[in-house]
């Protein structure tokens, strides 16, 4: 990328709190900030293909509003600060493509409630970031608009599906973006990247308008550069939605009253299954660095069991797939999206618009979840799949019951190759081996950056009990006072 003014520079090295802080005191505008943004996304694409919408003409008019409203004394605790959507979120009057020719050409006619409540909050959507199709996958390499670049090395892959959000927030195009995490969507391209990736409990943030993949798993969630900026975004996006049915009426605490608080006493769990034959060697000792940094703050590190962690990725991929073919039915080319030219009937319209409108994987997995739906399967597969989940969510209740937090790895090794691992799906899916439970139990969990190995990031996974956001948080800005990964940046997009 090409250099660019001082100004420019210090601007978008900035997260979401100290853009904030310097709108307020008058140090910059939006307007500048906004425009120095598209212009580093738009030279950054032909590498890293972070982005497949950008919304540049109502950003800056966006940010206009916001100057306004700023200079008056009266915006919201996000007003003027830009924010890029990962594209599974439906917004108005925008392409919604979910990363899938199905989708190619779909103009969302409203607004997802996370997008909603965002921009109620004065944050501009800058564009729609690049994804799996429908969010399946590990390596936003099933997008039908190409793969996106790991900003560290653009021949890796950022992870997936949410791979062009985090791409776009280590690369420094902006501050903060949206994901979703249904099996380690958020939290694994988050390790890969060096980013702060945070899915929060199931039921926390709304689904309304998040355009769904396996509906008892999906949830949306932040990718920021420090565990305040996704304290900020996470106070937004949060709280109770009569329009979801799997939304929770919790209250919403205040996220960043919490940070500050000493790790004193803090019972960090750590589970033997996570240090396993499977982890790569130097990201272990990235992973136990961090533990004893936070053993150093007052937190006492306890060996905790999860013995059935090792059915999580086969309950997983029954349970996903059997959700998936359910929700990918409606998508038969009479209602929206693609429709296949000259169809001979209603057969022919139905079978040529899903084979030609849909990716390898997700046909995939459309077939593995419509046979384990079957008749004869369902008690052999499905039913079975949802009793190992209710185990795994039993160890994690025994767990925390006597820990307040589960630490250990992300990913079991950094950034792999674009293409690496693509010819065997089950290499990829292994790749999730870390973040699963925690769907599977609809937990809280987090990636923060703790160190590098060979030049590439690793990520310190964080996992609490149901509601625990404010907890996990406030453990993971304890550790950021004492290190700087978080604000180490990509060399080509310092």
């Known amino acids: 990328m090409t250099a660019m003014s001082d100004k420019s520079t210090q601007l978008h090295t900035m997260g979401l709190a100290e853009l904030a802080q310097g709108l307020r005191n008058g140090e910059f505008s939006s307007r500048e900030i906004v425009s120095d943004l598209l212009g580093r996304i738009v030279a950054s694409q032909p590498d890293l293909n972070s982005f497949i919408t950008v919304t540049a003409d109502e950003a800056l008019a966006a940010a206009d509003l916001a100057d306004a409203a700023i200079a008056q004394g009266n915006g919201p605790a996000l007003c003027g600060l830009p924010i890029a959507h990962k594209d599974i979120f439906c917004t108005r009057d925008v392409l919604t493509t ?38 399946m996958g590990s390596s936003t390499e099933t997008s039908y608009f190409g793969p996106t670049g790991n900003p560290w090395n653009t021949k890796l892959s950022p992870g997936g599906s949410s791979g062009g959000s985090v791409a776009a927030v280590a690369a420094r195009l902006v501050p903060a973006a949206t994901g979703t995490d249904t099996g380690g969507s958020i939290r694994q391209p988050a390790a890969l990247t060096g980013t702060v990736g945070l899915k929060p409990t199931y039921g926390r943030v709304s689904r309304y308008g998040m355009i769904a993949f396996a509906s008892s798993l999906d949830q949306a969630g932040t990718i920021t550069r420090s565990a305040e900026d996704a304290a900020m975004l996470l106070q937004a996006m949060a709280g109770f939605d009569e329009r979801d049915s799997t939304s929770v009426n ?18 960090v769990g750590i589970v033997r299954q996570h240090f396993d034959a499977g982890l790569d060697e130097q990201c272990a000792a990235r992973v136990k660095e961090a533990l004893r940094q936070l ?200």
């Open 98 to 135: 979910c990363g899938s020719r199905m989708l190619e050409n779909f103009v969302a006619p409203y607004d997802a409630t996370v997008v909603e409540r965002l921009a109620n909050a004065g944050a501009i959507t800058i564009g729609k970031t690049n994804m799996d199709e429908f969010a």
């Open 250 to 267: 919790e209250p919403v605490p205040d996220y960043r009253a919490t940070l500050g608080q000493s790790l004193q006493g803090l019972k």
């Open 295 to 494: 053993e150093s703050q007052g937190a006492s590190l306890i060996e905790v069991d999860l013995p059935h962690l090792d059915l999580s990725v086969p309950t997983y991929y029954v349970v996903a797939p059997a959700e998936c073919s359910s929700n990918m039915s409606r998508f038969d080319g009479v209602r929206f999206g693609y429709r296949a030219k000259n169809p001979v009937d209603l057969m022919d319209l139905y079978c040529r618009s899903r084979g030609e409108g849909f990716g390898a994987e997700v046909k995939r997995r459309i077939m593995t979840g419509t046979y384990v739906l079957s008749a004869g399967y369902y008690d052999a597969y499905y039913l079975q799949a949802q009793k190992a989940r209710q185990l795994i969510s039993n160890d994690f209740e025994a767990a925390f019951a006597k820990v307040d937090v589960i630490a250990g790895p992300t990913t079991p090794t950094p950034a792999f190759a674009i293409g690496a691992k693509m010819d065997d799906p089950i290499t990829m899916y292994l790749n999730d081996i870390y973040t699963i439970g925690a769907n599977l139990a609809g937990l809280p969990a987090m990636s923060i950056p703790c160190g590098f190995v060979d030049k590439l990031p690793v990520g310190l996974q964080l996992v609490g009990p149901h509601f625990a956001e404010a907890r996990l948080l406030n453990c993971a800005h304890q550790y950021e006072l004492l290190t700087d990964w978080h604000r180490q940046s990509p060399e080509a997009y310092s």
